[in-house]
């Protein structure tokens, strides 16, 4: 893990590059509350830890968590948030209920709520970082993006647990759509419940 200094610099904004796998992982992880480190440690290959597999996930040319669709915030020459983000197929996406992760179900049928929006996969912002308006700044790249590909509208899932970030979808125009219960399996958080928000352009 990294070391983050405070800054007050102007933050400049980018696309995302293969070389940002281990900000990406560190801040999916951070964003899903240590969800996504509980499947990698399911997907290690030989020598590989879960941090590997999820910077090696990162540094894909395909697959929905990919460099590919990240936008990087920068202040001071270093990395402070990112969102990742993509449009979302007009109509939803069968689940396998037999191979899907438990703990991943819920979030897929909150997806499937809102088929062809741009779908906020990841919006995370170091702690060193927060409070300095970083979230409504990407989440404004996003409403671009949408705008750009001709989607209606925009959807992002929060854990109920995360009222900061909530506050900030709501205070941005968003609104409560669906809700589903987590499931915890192995997995631990303080929240119980994952909320659907979405807004439409």
């Not at 940002?20 to 440690?41: H, M, S, Y």
């Not at 894909?60 to 449009?87: D, N, P």
């Not at 192995?186 to 928000?197: A, F, K, P």
Request: net charge negative; aromatic share 8%; hydrophobic share 40%.
């Amino acid at each position: 893990m990294r070391e983050h200094m405070m800054s007050t610099i102007t933050p400049t904004f980018r696309q995302g590059q293969p070389a940002d796998a281990p900000f990406l992982a560190e801040l999916v992880n951070l964003a899903g509350e240590g969800l996504p480190l509980r499947l990698w440690e399911s997907m290690r290959e030989d020598g590989e830890t879960a941090w590997d597999v999820g910077r090696r996930r990162a540094a894909r040319e395909e697959g929905c968590f990919s460099y590919r669709h990240a936008t990087m915030a920068e202040a001071g020459g270093q990395v402070a948030a990112a969102l990742i983000s993509y449009a979302q197929a007009p109509e939803p996406q069968p689940i396998d209920y037999a191979t899907m992760p438990p703990a991943f179900v819920p979030l897929q049928e909150l997806e499937n709520l809102a088929p062809n929006t741009w779908y906020i996969n990841i919006l995370a912002v170091y702690p060193d970082h927060r409070r300095q308006g970083l979230g409504a700044e990407l989440m404004a790249v996003a409403e671009k993006h949408a705008a750009k590909h001709g989607k209606p509208g925009l959807s992002v899932i929060v854990s109920d647990a995360n009222v900061g970030a909530k506050h900030l979808y709501l205070a941005i125009g968003y609104r409560q759509t669906a809700v589903r219960p987590q499931v915890k399996c192995e997995w631990s958080t303080d929240g119980t419940s994952w909320i659907l928000l979405t807004k439409m352009l």
